[in-house]
């Protein structure tokens, strides 16, 4: 059955979508020398890279999880999995944003550092694959859910409390270097 693979399948995608969009992310304003005056500037580090990551979240998880039931009908998931599919992918989307732009910052002056980041972030990307698509799994099953999706939430919290500084020093390695 399609039903039994949607889970992973959805959640593939948006690791996916996460991982092709973080090399670009701040690649056009480290070529045209605005990350060097955004890290120049007076304002905190911190809500600068909050910003990026939050628009880069807002694009590409946030939209996904707003078409992930639509994908998930065409996989013939059950409707009552719905609910899940979404709370997990707005919860872990937030987190492959913040991974992913952590690699991003790190390979930022390099050439092709796509193949970098996913070397870099992939093995980090895993726990909130596991749990994502575990969360949608145990919705299936008609188990508890609140587990799956409160070891997310806490991965969400210290994503978003750790990974600016986390991509602020990046940023200043890479273009330092």
């Not at 992939?122 to 070891?151: D, T």
């Amino acid at each position: 059955r399609l039903a039994d693979f949607a889970p992973g399948i959805l959640w593939i995608i948006a690791l996916l979508a996460n991982l092709l969009s973080a090399e670009g992310l701040f690649r056009s304003d480290f070529e045209d020398g605005s990350l060097e005056q955004l890290l120049l500037s007076p304002q905190p580090l911190y809500l600068s890279v909050l910003a990026y990551v939050l628009a880069h979240w807002l694009l590409t998880g946030v939209l996904l999880a707003v078409i992930a039931p639509l994908f998930a009908v065409m996989l013939n998931l059950p409707a009552a999995a719905l609910p899940v599919l979404v709370a997990s992918l707005l919860l872990g989307s937030g987190v492959l944003s913040f991974v992913g732009s952590i690699g991003a910052a790190l390979t930022v002056g390099l050439r092709r550092g796509g193949m970098l980041i996913a070397l870099l972030v992939l093995p980090f990307y895993m726990p909130v694959l596991i749990f994502g698509a575990g969360a949608v799994e145990a919705g299936l099953a008609g188990l508890p859910v609140a587990p799956f999706l409160a070891i997310l939430g806490a991965l969400f919290s210290l994503a978003a409390a750790l990974g600016p500084f986390a991509i602020g020093a990046g940023l200043r390695i890479s273009v330092d270097a």
